[in-house]
């Protein structure tokens, strides 16, 4: 079984730029998480959806972090413009959910994150 | 939210050593879970303990939870360098999320 997928692995940036990053999930996960975790921290969570529908964005800085899983599949997350504080790896991960459910309480299954230094 | 503190913050033993973590949590949860993250990569689920178990094992892992001191251990027996890693906990389960600590950075020196 093919694992969670993310790209690009590395991306460096100036301040203010813009950035995406993609995740395509394990297929047939309904649930789909990013995290941000920076330099000697846990993991955080950022955006978590269930199937094409957002569930909780609430530590999403939405002014300048958006994310989106069209057809509840692949999600890409952008951030535009970039801080010095956004330097951080970028993670991703899916766990099987259940239609309906608000929340899944089974094992998540992560990527190898993408990680980002804002110079 | 669920969120697991891990104690130690580090962790330094000499291979075949046995190694201890623990975390604790603030609220009701359903399960538990503990994850283990190599360096650069991402992390990876290791064991999952349900509320209503005490113990469980899986290979030379041992986990264990208190309901009633809403805390939990993870034991590593025989270390193995490869074991080197950072390992976080999380609860989960309801409605909250899965919210992870900074996790305990074990060192197994060869």
């Known amino acids: 079984e093919a694992g969670v997928a993310q790209s690009p692995r590395y991306k460096i940036i100036e301040k203010r730029q813009s950035v995406a990053f993609w995740c395509n999930p394990i297929s047939g996960h309904a649930t789909l998480y990013w995290y941000q975790q920076i330099l000697g921290q846990g993991p955080k969570l950022l955006i978590q959806?269930?199937?094409?529908?957002?569930?909780?964005d609430s530590q999403l800085p939405k002014d300048r972090f958006s994310a989106e899983r069209l057809k509840g599949v692949d999600s890409t997350l952008k951030i535009q413009p970039a801080k010095l504080e956004d330097s951080a790896v970028y993670l991703c991960a899916s766990s099987l959910g259940q239609w309906g459910a608000i929340a899944n309480t089974g094992e998540l299954f992560f990527g190898e994150g993408s990680r980002l230094t804002v110079l | 939210s669920q969120q697991g503190e891990e104690d130690p913050q580090a962790l330094s033993i000499q291979e075949g050593e046995n190694a201890t973590m623990n975390c604790s949590y603030k609220?009701?949860?359903?399960?538990l879970q503990w994850y283990r993250q190599n360096s650069g990569r991402g992390l990876v689920h290791l064991i999952l303990?349900?509320?209503?178990?005490r113990e469980k094992h899986s290979g030379r892992l041992r986990v264990t939870l208190d309901t009633s001191k809403k805390s939990s251990s993870l034991l590593i027996t025989a270390s193995r360098a490869a074991d080197t890693a950072s390992y976080f906990c999380a609860g989960g389960g309801g409605s909250e999320k899965l919210v992870f600590g900074k996790g305990t950075k074990l060192t197994v020196n060869p």
């Open positions: 303990i349900r509320s209503n178990e």
């Open positions: 609220t009701s949860i359903n399960n």
């Open positions: 959806f269930q199937n094409n529908g957002v569930v909780d």
